[in-house]
């Protein structure tokens, strides 16, 4: 995940973490990610108040 949010936009990360499989299935980035790694990301089960948490700490990790 190391700087992730400086490959992609805050709204795909959210949109990755909430709704991955309809990401996978729609998504041409998350297509070939979903190729690439051959792993789905698993639903996470969080609210939109911890997605933006989450992605707040990916910024706060890759700004190091």
């Known amino acids: ?3 992730v949010t400086k490959r992609r936009t805050p ?3 959210m ?4 709704n991955p499989v309809e990401m996978t299935q729609k998504d ?3 297509k070939a990610l ?3 790694h051959l792993t789905q990301m698993t639903f ?3 609210t939109d108040d911890e997605t933006r948490q989450l992605l707040e ?3 706060q990790n890759d700004s190091k």
């Open 1 to 3: 995940l190391k700087d």
């Open 11 to 13: 709204e795909w990360i």
């Open 15 to 18: 949109n990755q973490i909430t």
């Open 28 to 30: 041409p980035v998350a």
């Open 34 to 36: 979903l190729e690439k």
């Open 44 to 46: 996470q089960n969080v």
């Open 57 to 59: 700490y990916l910024r």
